[in-house]
């Protein structure tokens, strides 16, 4: 996640595929090489196929999946192409270009706009949206099936933030003690371990486990019957539903949590020289001043 400078097109040829099926947008993640690792030529692919669901009458509801085995393993850390950063002419927040700046100050800017920045505008999407979850749903994985209204997992998804190992608290977009009770969520994050479909069904983090052949068709299904449904009533609704999050502190949370986010990336810096750092055990001990 360092900030090299900007390389040139992606090798991806489409990172993102659209398509719109009775009523309902079909958006899907397609780096299936990489797992659908995010990189941020992806994610505004991902942003400008939101907007053109939102802008098409005709769609009243809005699928987001991965193909592959996996829905996506999080954030790119370094696969061909995963590195060009924010270009001026992309940017969706009042951030400015990120790249060349010294100290925590690129990557703070960077991460504003790319992870917390494109998510918040994606959480607050005026159109109902649903993820289709399969395989590997990891740290910056969770972050776009989070933003979703209702999430359809298939039973072989599985859930984990393991960033705590990389020194850092959790991915950007701090919804965890949102997404599941404050105890469990301690869990999750603390301990990194990989949470399965079944147990994310039980603790409310996800609204239905179908079997993988089915995850797709029963994403759309519950997409197709929300088409039906009035738009404006179903914006509201989403709205009203985000504005009680919010009141509930999502945003004050995840606001003051990123900032936590930056201490601990740039106090990686300081110590091990990079943003996020696999510590060995004798890392960790001298850390802890043992
Ligand atoms: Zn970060």
Redesign the pocket.
């Known amino acids: 996640?360092d900030m090299p400078e900007p390389v040139a097109a992606s090798t991806d040829e489409a990172p993102v595929l659209y398509e719109v099926r009775d009523g309902v947008a079909l958006i899907t993640l397609n780096r299936p090489r990489y797992g659908n690792a995010q990189n941020p030529h992806m994610l505004y692919e991902l942003d400008a196929a939101f907007i053109r669901a939102v802008e098409d009458d005709e769609v009243g509801a809005i699928v987001l999946a991965g193909s592959g085995k996996h829905f996506s393993s999080g954030h790119d850390l370094g696969t061909p192409g995963g590195h060009d950063w924010v270009r001026e002419v992309d940017k969706k927040t009042p951030w400015y270009e990120p790249r060349r700046r010294a100290g925590a100050e690129g990557q703070y800017a960077a991460?504003q706009e790319v992870?917390l920045g494109l998510c918040r505008r994606w959480r607050d999407l005026p159109k109902p949206t649903i993820a289709a979850v399969q395989g590997a749903c990891i740290a910056g994985g969770l972050m776009l099936a989070w933003v979703c209204d209702i999430i359809v997992a298939s039973e072989d998804a599985y859930f984990s933030d393991p960033v705590l190992a990389m020194g850092?608290p959790g991915v950007?977009y701090f919804a965890h003690a949102f997404e599941m009770p404050s105890r469990i969520a301690r869990e999750f994050l603390m301990l990194g371990e990989k949470m399965t479909a079944a147990r994310a069904y039980e603790v409310g983090m996800v609204n239905r486990v179908v079997g993988p052949e089915a995850l797709v068709e029963e994403a759309l299904r519950i997409g197709q019957r929300l088409a039906q449904r009035p738009r404006f009533a179903l914006a509201l609704t989403k709205q009203a539903f985000n504005f009680v999050d919010d009141l509930q502190g999502k945003r004050n949370a995840m606001e003051g949590v990123f900032a936590m986010?930056h201490l601990a990336?740039t106090h990686n810096r300081i110590v091990h020289g990079s943003?996020v750092a696999v510590q060995s055990p004798q890392d960790i001990k001298k850390t802890n001043g043992g």
Do not use: G, L
Request: glycine share 0%.
């Open positions: 996640m991460e992870y850092v950007e986010h990336h943003p």
